[in-house]
């Protein structure tokens, strides 16, 4: 979801990456390509090792060396042995990312630009939070299929997914520059369009060895695609973000077409069903848009629409952009005159 003003519209010089493999797990001999340990999960990296015929404690090693350190030169890997490290880089590389353009804004938020290997570009956002802490939005696709009508990644279409390695290095590379608290999976994208890929990562991000967040402090937000919250639910834990916005199918439909195959009353249904960790709420996201979904009978019916789910909702001032017909409602609605109820 790009709840965050991602865009991936800027024209800038190409970096160079390390090789990537388009999220398949391991290449084969023949194919002659490495393999980037960053689009392994931990269980992965394991079974990679064992198929080398290496002890597993090589694989919390490895974890330890790439996500604890930031370290991603083999030959830095001090504790691992010379025909280790050898056999590792006949096989195997680790990308690194440095971003190609950061801007900084006033209020101390920054905008990571990165240059992917086939040209596209992705943006991370770094949102300043109280007592120094900080919040990191990532990206989980080039472009977006799901066309909402008042997002500017929606207008771009869909390009591809992004892989395991390329979620995380946006972590990695913005770590460099210190501690994240929080980690958004709201930038450009729908995460659960690219389900595999994002577990994979949501697995490195959580290992104890890898970059050690805890549950509670990932959040994945959606547009609302069904059968995939369910099955994220099954597959590993995190806190999930809705993308609501509308409070009747007649708008929703208008503002996301995802709203057609997946109306209000099953995605409620979904909502009730998430397996929330124990004290976490749903946070339903929406954008505040003027004369469309601002009015005091909306903020009624989000209150019916969200009985018995345990839920917060975030109000999102609309981000006018050239190009959009719709505007940012006025200042007395965006304060809460209208909104002061309670879901
Ligand atoms: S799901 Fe909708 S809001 Fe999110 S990035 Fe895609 S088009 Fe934009």
């Known amino acids: ?35 980037d340990l960053k689009n392994l999960s931990p269980d992965e990296l394991l079974e990679f090792l064992s198929g080398m015929g290496k002890e597993r404690f090589r694989c919390d090693q490895l ?28 096989k195997s590389i680790i990308s690194d990312w440095t971003p190609e353009v950061v801007e900084t804004s006033s209020d101390g938020t920054r905008k990571f630009l990165f240059r992917l290997a086939d040209g596209s570009s992705v943006e991370t956002v770094r949102i300043p939070m109280e007592n120094d802490r900080s919040t990191l939005c ?9 066309q909402c ?18 979620i995380v290095n946006q972590v990695c590379a913005v770590l460099k520059e210190g501690p994240i608290n929080n980690i958004v999976l709201m930038g450009m994208g729908e995460p659960l369009h690219n389900i595999d890929n ?41 806190n999930l973000a809705v993308s609501l916005n509308a409070t009747t199918d007649e708008v929703r ?20 069903k998430y397996p929330l960790a124990s004290h976490r709420r749903i946070t339903f996201e929406y954008i505040l848009i003027r004369d469309l979904n601002d009015s005091i009978a909306d903020a009624k019916r989000i209150v019916k ?14 981000n006018e952009h050239e190009g959009s017909q719709y505007r940012c409602p006025d200042r007395d609605t965006i304060e809460g005159r209208l909104w002061s109820t309670k879901g």
């Not at 024209?11 to 002659?32: C, H, I, T, W, Y």
């Not at 060396?65 to 490290?85: A, C, F, H, N, P």
């Not at 009508?149 to 390695?165: E, M, S, V, Y």
């Not at 805890?214 to 597959?235: D, F, I, N, W, Y």
Request: proline share 4%.
């Open 63 to 90: 974890l330890r060396w790439i996500y604890k350190r930031g370290v991603t030169d083999l030959e830095q890997m001090t504790d691992l042995s010379k025909v280790l490290r050898a056999e590792l880089s006949e």
């Open 149 to 166: 009508n008042f997002c500017l990644t929606g207008t771009f279409g869909f390009k591809r997914n992004l892989t395991t390695a390329e």
């Open 253 to 272: 439909d208008l503002l996301m077409p995802v709203n057609k195959r997946y109306p209000l009353k099953e995605l409620m249904t979904a909502c009730r």
């Open 138 to 146: 990532i990206s989980t696709q080039v472009g977006c299929a799901m």
């Open 198 to 238: 994002v577990v994979r990562a949501l697995k490195i991000f959580y290992a104890p060895t890898g970059l050690d967040y805890g549950t509670r402090k990932v959040t994945l937000s959606t547009c609302g695609l069904v059968p995939e919250m369910a099955e994220l639910g099954k597959r590993i834990t995190v």
């Open 1 to 35: 979801m790009s709840n965050l003003n991602c865009t991936n519209s800027t024209s800038l010089d190409p970096m160079v990456l390390a090789m990537m493999n388009n999220g398949s797990k391991f290449m084969n001999d023949e194919q002659q390509q490495k393999v």
């Open 305 to 318: 629409l969200l009985h018995g789910i345990k839920a917060k909702v975030n109000l999102i001032p609309f």
